[in-house]
Structure formats: structure tokens, C-alpha cells
């Protein structure tokens, strides 16, 4: 069974920073993009930010210059550094990676989700 599980979420003043981790696990074969998405109480699910595999990275306008995505693809994990929080960054994230997936002895690809870390960000 594939699973993406997510730390690093929890409560912060505004200025501070989080860093959250998204590993995935189980039977990869390999895994094309990670990113994050979160969703406000109230609002849309957005891209927040994420990363291909070729390395290429894309940024909400809302967070750019503030927060950052890596990988590490030796552990299958993605990251997201975030710098200078704000009250409206406040949002249960979820981290998505898309990719090949063994199911038996036949692979999928499909597109995974975590289950969602709680940021808050407190004034």
C-alpha cells in the first residue's frame, strides 16, 4: 500500500516559520511531481507549491519569496520550508505526488494525498 504522511504542521506566531515533510512509501516504481495544496475554511483548494520531475518548481503568488519547495528523492520526500508566516497562511496542507505505483505485479499511475497537517498562524 502507497501512503504519503505529512509532519510539521502546528501553531505559530506570525514572522515564524514551519517546515513540513511529506514522505511517500510502499510499492513506488517512481514518482513524477510532489507538491503541497492547501485549503482554508471557506475557500478553494490552491496549489501552494510544487516541484516536477525534471526539478522544475511553481508558486502560489501568495507565497512567493516566502516559502520554499525541495525533494529528496533518494527518500522519496518533499518539503516545504516556510518562512515569514502570516495569519492567511493559515490552512490544512496536504501534499500530493503523482507517479508509477505497484499494484500486485502491475503498476498504475496514479495521484496520492496525504491527509492534511494543520498550520495555524496566530497574529
Known amino acids: 500500500q502507497v501512503q504519503l504522511v505529512e509532519s510539521g504542521g502546528g501553531l505559530v506566531q506570525a514572522g515564524g516559520s514551519l517546515r513540513l515533510s511529506c514522505a511517500a512509501s510502499?510499492?513506488?516504481?517512481?514518482?513524477?511531481?510532489m507538491g503541497w495544496y492547501r485549503q482554508a475554511p471557506g475557500k478553494q483548494r490552491e496549489l501552494v507549491a510544487a516541484?516536477?520531475?525534471?526539478?522544475?518548481?511553481n508558486y502560489a503568488d501568495s507565497v512567493k519569496g516566502r516559502f520554499t519547495i525541495s525533494r529528496d528523492n533518494a527518500n522519496n520526500t518533499v518539503y516545504l520550508q516556510m518562512n515569514s508566516l502570516k495569519p492567511e497562511d493559515t490552512a490544512v496542507y496536504y501534499c500530493?505526488?503523482?507517479?508509477?505505483?505497484?499494484?500486485?505485479?502491475?503498476?498504475?499511475?496514479?495521484?496520492?494525498w496525504g491527509q492534511g497537517t494543520l498550520v495555524t498562524v496566530s497574529s
Open positions: 516541484v516536477t520531475g525534471g526539478g522544475s518548481t
Open positions: 500530493n505526488a503523482d507517479g508509477t505505483f505497484w499494484s500486485g505485479s502491475y503498476h498504475r499511475y496514479l495521484e496520492l
Open positions: 510502499g510499492s513506488i516504481f517512481s514518482i513524477n511531481a
